[in-house]
């Protein structure tokens, strides 16, 4: 187990978290629900990279379906993942859309709902850090 790869990553997670309920707080819904998503890719990646198995992508779905390979399936982490996802593109760029501009088509209940499954992502990630340096991996 490489504790500093891991450590590194979930840094980088606990950071973009941060920055994603800055943005909530802000009123920047779509910016808020993106930076959830990559929260929640980091600390997944943190997982991978830390167990020796990188993974590159910004698919959750793809990474979670990694890491339950490892270590097992949380059916409610796996449905965060999958909402998550949809915050990938969508929040970003003009041409999803047919009028507008990404930031007028995300609701503040959208934001709270992103970061707190982004939390729970992560919340989750750590647990399963834990017991897999326990058990000594």
Not at 4 to 28: F, P, Q
Not at 51 to 63: A, I, M
Request: charged share 35%.
């Amino acid at each position: 187990m490489d504790d500093e790869e891991y450590a590194r990553w979930m840094a980088s997670a606990r950071a973009t978290l941060n920055s994603a309920v800055k943005d909530l707080d802000g009123g920047e819904y779509s910016w808020a629900c993106f930076k959830a998503h990559q929260a929640a890719e980091k600390a997944l990646k943190a997982l991978l990279w830390g167990l020796g198995n990188p993974v590159y992508g910004h698919s959750l779905k793809r990474l979670y379906e990694e890491v339950e390979r490892l270590v097992g399936d949380e059916e409610r982490v796996r449905e965060d993942c999958l909402r998550l996802d949809k915050y990938y593109t969508a929040t970003r760029y003009p041409d999803v859309w047919h009028a507008g501009v990404p930031e007028e088509y995300f609701s503040e209940g959208e934001a709270c709902e992103g970061v707190e499954r982004a939390e729970r992502v992560i919340g989750w990630v750590e647990e399963k850090w834990r017991l897999l340096k326990k058990e000594g991996v």
